[in-house]
């Protein structure tokens, strides 16, 4: 299968740990994106990544969130002391570059209890 | 701010019965308008991409059409597989992510 894989696909956590989500982006796309989607709504636009470089960071992104791409392959999502107003899907998308279709994975989804 | 907004909100139509959804956008220069499929808990599946006023794309019973102001996902004899939330998102000049709408629930009834 080559296209976006997400590991967990889900995830139960209590209120005030820290959790970390994995996302294998397609193999020659060097763009990365984090989105999140609670019910009922279109994802929100987290951050991105233009190979190993972090380049944009929405105003949802609290401090308490941190992505990171290493090596400009696969990229993590980690969130420090959740809060229930965390829990959501959270969708990872890769694409080749600027306005080119983005491609998305399963997604992971999130409960804080 | 780029704005995206999808009606109707939710749809129900018969099998065979033709329908559109339609996709609003306000947004600093289009450089593209995305459609996407979502089934219930898995992430959004790429149908269509538009690039300029005027064009459209098809895919067996799917078509999209592109003006300078909003989007149409015509739907020609639904069948009940084609149920799925329908997904609107623009990229704009000043943006480098997407901006989706809140989707258009689709029932197609056998």
């Known amino acids: 299968d080559t296209g976006v894989s997400q590991d967990p696909r889900h995830k139960i956590t209590k209120r005030g740990q820290n959790v970390t989500f994995r996302c294998d982006p397609i193999s020659e796309h060097n763009r990365l994106y984090w989105y999140r989607q609670t019910l009922g709504q279109g994802p929100e636009f987290l951050t991105y990544?233009?190979?190993?470089?972090?380049?944009?960071k929405s105003r949802l992104l609290s401090d308490r969130f941190s992505a990171e791409r290493p090596k400009g392959s696969f990229s993590t999502l980690e969130i420090q002391r959740t809060e229930q107003g965390d829990s959501a899907m959270y969708l990872c998308?890769?694409?080749?570059?600027?306005?080119?279709?983005?491609?998305f994975g399963p997604g992971t989804r999130l409960l804080v209890l | 701010e780029d704005q995206v907004t999808q009606s109707p909100e939710a749809l129900r139509l018969q099998e065979g019965e033709s329908s559109s959804l339609n996709c609003s956008y306000t947004?600093?220069?289009?450089?593209?308008l995305f459609w996407y499929r979502q089934d219930p808990g898995k992430g959004p599946e790429f149908l269509f991409t538009?690039?300029?006023a005027g064009e459209e794309k098809e895919k067996e019973r799917l078509k999209a059409t592109l003006t300078k102001k909003e989007s149409f996902l015509h739907i020609t004899a639904p069948k009940p597989e084609d149920s799925a939330t329908y997904l609107c998102a623009v990229e704009g000049n000043y943006g480098q992510n997407f901006v989706f709408g809140p989707g258009t629930r689709l029932s197609v009834l056998p």
């Open positions: 990544f233009q190979n190993e470089a972090q380049l944009e």
């Open positions: 947004v600093s220069g289009l450089r593209g």
């Open positions: 538009l690039y300029s």
């Open positions: 998308a890769s694409s080749l570059a600027s306005a080119e279709t983005q491609y």
